[in-house]
């Protein structure tokens, strides 16, 4: 495997300039805590490494994938009909692209991770071939299912089943300050920042017209608004979290996430031909739409300034799944990947068929091959190394104030 002589640092920060600097700061301190983090934080050097000489492309049918599929951007939501459900959870980088893109980096990610989960690479490597087996044995089926706390098995269904007695209103506090029937959120440098007095005009009058165009627009009288902090990659755009009436105080609350779309890191890469979609809000919404069997609830595109936003409700970060909580019971971690396994592959077939995807019959004879898993396992394993050195590369620029 050939990878491009590159600067990692400089690579780096080419690709964050423009950011907010106070969170662009905590994505460079998170991304040098490990490994994983970094990896998590710089899809865009996993594409500019590509998998063009592997052959894997020319053997893999092309989907609407995720494009950052690693094991934590799996998580539970609401969806529209305000039931739960686990599923992939991120798609700001979705695109056109190879199959294999979309699971070479998930590999890449159990493996790289390894440490961080506590695990000796011969379970890792373990781990990447229940994902594929269940993967192609789910495509085999050429039926696309889901997963709600009903359907649900070991780690997602003790997941699942603590939601269920958790307090909206629990939530709604833990996250502001002040009066009961007008509170403000809490500004406490881990999840939210002051947002700037224009920004608010900005953000408010934005959510008034979209409001507007809502059954009932008093639900979403905005009572305040913050800089949001969250995820690893996206840290630094410009990212909003807002509180609106609902139902009223204080279990009628409910915060929003509202995050600027630029654009897709694969594009650059990719060889397929993408539609043309209205904005990249749209291009998020309509694929992450096309994956899922229930979308989020609020799933929207805004506009502020002639730049595209997603928005969409905003769920506790503690609904998404801890994988180091295996307790040193290793079949709770296969039995895991084998449903992320599902997951991929049933949105694979979900969506399958639109717009230069994969027809249901090119899945299904996919998943009856043999050729491509231990290719893509092999890729992986050598990629992880490759990881590794970038993220030794840019741990010592951080300790030496290079990315100040």
Known sequence: MRHRNRDVVATIQAYNRGRDAERLRLKYRAMRRDAFTFLRGSCHLFYQDGLSGTGLDEKSPCAWICGDLHFENFGSYKGDNRLTYFDINDFDEAALAPCSWELARFLSSVLVGAETLGLRQLQARDLCARFLDAYAAALREGKPRWIERATSTGMVKDLLKSLKHRSHGDFIRSRTVG??????LALDGRRALAASPDDRVRVIRTMERWAMRQDDPRTFEVLDVARRIAGTGSLGLERYVILVRGAGAPNGFFLLDLKHQPGSVLIPFVKQQQPAWPSEADRVIAIQRRAQAVAPAFLSMLE???R????KELMPTQ???SLE????KFRRLEKLMRTMGELVAWSHLRSGGRQG?????QWIEFGSRSDWQRPLCDYAVEYSQQV????RQFAEAFDHGHLA
Do not use: E, K, N, Y
């Open 325 to 328: 909580h295996w307790h040193g």
């Open 319 to 321: 609904d998404r799944l």
């Open 179 to 184: 009066r009961h029937h007008r509170p403000s």
């Open 304 to 306: 502020i300034d002639g």
């Open 308 to 311: 595209s936003f997603v928005l």
């Open 388 to 391: 590794l050195g970038d993220w």
């Open 357 to 361: 995807s994969a027809i249901a019959d």
